[in-house]
T-cell receptor, first 111, second 115 residues
Framework: GESVGLHLPTLSVQEGDNSIINCAYSNSASDYFIWYKQESGKGPQFIIDIRSNMDKRQGQRVTVLLNKTVKHLSLQIAATQPGDSAVYFCAENFGNEKLTFGTGTRLTIIP | GAGVSQSPSNKVTEKGKDVELRCDPISGHTALYWYRQSLGQGLEFLIYFQGNSAPDKSGLPSDRFSAERTGGSVSTLTIQRTQQEDSAVYLC?????????????FGEGSRLTVL
């Protein structure tokens, strides 16, 4: 079925440390997997995406890893900063431009 | 402005009343989406407009919900006879068509509270 889920609803990380947010998916037909960041009172903001034929993609301080064998997606944030505190959502795109979002993980950066 | 604009930002209404939520997408974006986000939850797809094609209404939860997009730009989401379970943040997003990736540009949402 079409479902995207997250392993942990909350995550606390010391400022400066690296964080890893995980996501499981069930639909092997997804074309793209995407990570969004949502700060309090704001709409979600695109962070990074990865095509289904890739295993890894890097951005600025972020890396997304895709393991299609176990249907697992992760977002790694390096050297976390207070501004990284937010809710992070993974989402799937099945090629029809309609995204299916997970529940979200709240990341809190501890000063 | 350059981003997706939504209004009102907050709406409090009484059960049974109708509400209209407006979305002004980014200029040039042909795709427009409505999502609903309940407290502490993920985003629930409602409806998707793409150019002049028939909208994808598969996410609308009941026939009390409807949306239109006039002139390929501004969209209005209408909820008739509101119920308390309709209370949520309604998010609008737009994107370029044909890109077929996942980059949607979201507005800040309209928070609806049904008393």
């Amino acid at each position: 079925g079409e479902s995207v889920g997250l392993h942990l609803p909350t995550l606390s990380v010391q400022e400066g440390d690296n964080s890893i947010i995980n996501c499981a998916y069930s639909n092997s037909a997804s074309d793209y997997f995407i990570w969004y960041k949502q700060e309090s009172g704001k709409g979600p903001q695109f962070i990074i995406d990865i095509r289904s034929n890739m295993d890894k993609r890097q951005g600025q301080r972020v890396t997304v890893l895709l393991n299609k064998t176990v249907k697992h997606l992760s977002l790694q944030i390096a050297a976390t900063q207070p501004g990284d505190s937010a809710v992070y959502f993974c989402a799937e795109n099945f090629g029809n431009e309609k995204l299916t979002f997970g529940t979200g993980t709240r990341l809190t950066i501890i000063p | 402005g350059a981003g997706v604009s939504q209004s009102p930002s907050n709406k409090v209404t009484e059960k049974g009343k109708d509400v209209e939520l407006r979305c002004d997408p980014i200029s040039g974006h042909t795709a427009l989406y409505w999502y609903r986000q309940s407290l502490g939850q993920g985003l629930e797809f409602l409806i998707y407009f793409q150019g002049n094609s028939a909208p994808d209404k598969s996410g609308l939860p009941s026939d009390r919900f409807s949306a239109e997009r006039t002139g390929g730009s501004v969209s209005t989401l209408t909820i008739q006879r509101t119920q308390q379970e309709d209370s949520a943040v309604y998010l609008c997003a737009s994107s370029f068509s044909g890109r077929n990736t996942g980059e949607l540009f979201f507005g800040e949402g309209s928070r609806l509270t049904v008393l």
